[in-house]
């Protein structure tokens, strides 16, 4: 059973800037060597990820594969370390090449999946023979059982959010995660965190009103009043603890206040840090120091263990075949997120959109898969707001990604369709926005924004891209005129003229045709930016029913003995549409509460 190591991040960004400067192009078959009837040698492939070329160099010892260097590369900052870590170590330590991609990261990991292929078959290995069926492709495994205080079911970031706090609350705990990394959806999130933060939204230019109150109204109302009014005044109430218990832990926020789209007002909080990274970096070093919690990773939760109707352990698999049985004194939290990756899933509980087959992508990573909500369904528990399930109007046509997205924050930016027309208020809640993009050419628009949030084109995107590596990889459009932008995107540069005037004529008057009310300023600094989007898979609202103590309910209306769930698996708190920046308040809240329920037995 494969236990968890600190990623070292830093470690990996180092060595691959020094693989830059000692690329060597030529170490094929020049430096191979047979060995009675072994290969020996240093292997370079290439591959094609969202940058260009990816180059790698195999070093393999009689047969075996023993490093991987990733020699050249022109990804985007920050978000390749995990796709790289994550094939090299299914190659390097499984011998495995049969690897699902990083989501987010898709291009990435098959392009690097790619190059290492190309290595090897230039070095003649078996390609055949890596392709394992399982994680390892060994044979039966053996029974392994542990005993804990408290299991975790998902090392996402409520996952992680609970282990911490069950851990501060005194408990022995086990987090077991299916995939070889943690994090979940939750680090490749946008990390926008919704908290009425009055200390930062006073400072703001001009100041932001705001108030519990209108955050509990506008989370209600804008899931038409189906979330559960008890879990929400929860939810916004303790937001705001949560930033400062991430900052205990020694997470970094930045000082701006935004509105992550789909938020509709100005109380997004941002991490210092990209993406998720911050929350699950915070975690991992608390784990690291602290003796009370174990993590194992590739190690997928199939069933709960009942006795007597109480929930008291898991039953597993581990990479090696392995059945793992976990026994927790106190209890199971469930945190096994949601199940926007899961097509099947979401095509039979979908009853708002009708079109969630494979031709709508998602922004999940690959383990958003439902697990939990049908371990929990299993023993009984009660599902609710499974019909519910949130679209993003503006992911990557590619991938169905985040990544790519332009701009900082919804005041700076507008959304123009393929005929080069504004249609929608940006502002909006995320299921309109997503509604009237779906009703466009080709369910597509272009995020428009000129230069006033990135003025000199280095600045970082929500998914921590530079926009001037997004333009070099040909994935943005960047022009001096609006002419040219239009001429770049295929619109009417007529039309386009037109739609930016008319558009600066609503900022001038503060009255816009779509009903927009924020606005950041006219559109007219050179250099503008373009980039294509389409509504893609993005959260599933509806889950596991639970109580203020993150308790599951059962279909009896009873509360489950020793069973708990935070986080997107969890269901009920946001009606038919989640507020833009809300996801990640939830997991820490809510994760909180789970830890402490758990540790509790509550
Ligand atoms: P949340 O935002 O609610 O924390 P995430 O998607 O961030 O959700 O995290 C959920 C985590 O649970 C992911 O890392 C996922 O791989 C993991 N997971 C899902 N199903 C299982 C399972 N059956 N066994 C173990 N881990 C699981």
């Not at 991040?9 to 170490?27: E, M, P, Q, T, Y």
């Not at 790698?56 to 075996?64: A, F, L, P, R």
């Not at 990804?75 to 699902?100: A, C, M």
């Amino acid at each position: 059973m494969k236990k968890w190591f600190k990623f070292p991040l830093i470690a990996i960004v180092l060595i691959l800037s020094l693989s830059l400067v000692g690329c060597n192009d030529n170490g094929d078959e020049a430096d191979a060597y047979e060995n009675g009837d072994t290969i020996s040698g240093v292997f370079t492939g290439t591959g094609s990820g969202h940058g260009g070329d990816i180059v790698v160099e195999v070093t393999i010892e009689d047969g075996e594969v023993v490093a991987i260097e990733v020699v050249e590369h022109n990804e985007t900052e920050f978000f390749y370390e995990l796709p790289f870590e994550n094939v090299i170590h299914s190659v390097v330590v499984d011998g495995n090449l049969n690897i699902d991609a990083v989501a987010g990261a898709t291009l990435t990991s098959d392009g690097v999946l790619e190059a290492i292929t190309e290595a090897l078959e230039a070095a003649g290995m078996d390609i055949e023979a890596m392709m394992l069926d399982g994680q390892d492709g060994g044979d039966e495994g053996i029974l392994i059982e542990l005993e804990t205080d408290v299991i975790v079911v998902g090392g996402g970031g409520a996952g992680l959010a609970s282990a911490v706090t069950a851990a501060q609350f005194g408990s022995d705990v086990i987090v077991l995660e299916k995939m070889p990394f943690l994090g979940g959806n939750t680090i490749i999130s946008g990390s926008g965190y919704n908290a009425v933060n009055p200390r930062l939204q006073e400072a703001q230019d001009p100041p932001v009103e705001d108030s519990i109150e209108f955050h509990f109204q506008q989370t209600f109302e804008g899931g038409d009043e189906l979330g559960d009014p008890e879990l929400i005044q929860i939810l916004v109430e303790e937001a705001l603890a949560g930033i400062y218990w991430l900052q205990d832990l020694g997470m970094e926020w930045q000082d701006d206040i935004f509105m992550v789209p789909g938020a509709l007002h100005r109380r997004s909080n941002m991490p210092v840090m990209p993406l998720g990274t911050g929350f699950i970096d915070a975690f991992q070093n608390f784990i690291e120091e602290s003796s009370y919690v174990e993590v194992f990773l590739n190690t997928t939760v199939e069933e709960l263990i009942v006795e007597d109707g109480h929930v008291v352990g898991v039953r597993a698999t581990d990479a090696d075949h392995n059945t793992v049985i976990v026994r927790a004194t106190n209890g199971v939290i469930l945190a096994t997120g949601g199940f926007g990756a899961n097509i099947e899933m979401r095509m039979y509980y979908d009853e708002l959109w009708h079109v969630l087959d494979d031709g709508i992508p998602t922004t999940n990573f690959p383990g958003a898969t439902g697990d939990g909500i049908v371990m929990g369904e299993d023993i009984g528990a009660n599902l609710v707001g499974m019909p519910y399930i949130q679209l993003l109007p503006f992911g990557d046509p590619e991938t169905g990604s985040l990544s790519g997205l332009i701009g900082s924050s919804m005041e700076d930016h507008i959304y123009v369709n393929l005929e080069g027309r504004r249609f929608i208020d940006e502002g909006a809640r995320r299921d309109e926005m997503s509604a009237a993009t779906l009703a466009q050419t080709d369910s597509r628009m272009y995020v428009v924004i000129d230069s006033r949030t990135v003025p000199t084109g280095a600045e970082y995107n929500f998914f921590g891209e530079t926009h001037d590596a997004l333009v070099a990889a040909g994935r943005i459009h960047r022009a001096d005129t609006l002419e040219e932008l239009a001429e770049m995107i295929g619109v009417d540069p007529e039309v386009f003229v037109q739609t930016i005037e008319d558009f600066n004529a609503a900022v001038d008057a503060g009255i816009d045709e779509f009903g927009r009310t924020v606005f950041h300023g006219r559109i007219e600094q050179a250099p503008f930016y373009a980039g294509a989007r389409m509504p893609t898979v993005h959260h599933t609202m509806g889950g596991l029913q639970i109580d203020a103590y993150t308790r599951v309910i059962g279909v009896d209306g009873e509360v489950i003995p020793g069973l708990y769930a935070a986080g997107e698996v969890a269901g009920g708190i946001h009606g038919t549409n989640r507020l833009g920046g809300n996801a990640l308040t939830e997991i820490i809240v809510f994760g909180r509460i789970a830890g402490e329920s758990a540790a509790l037995q509550r």
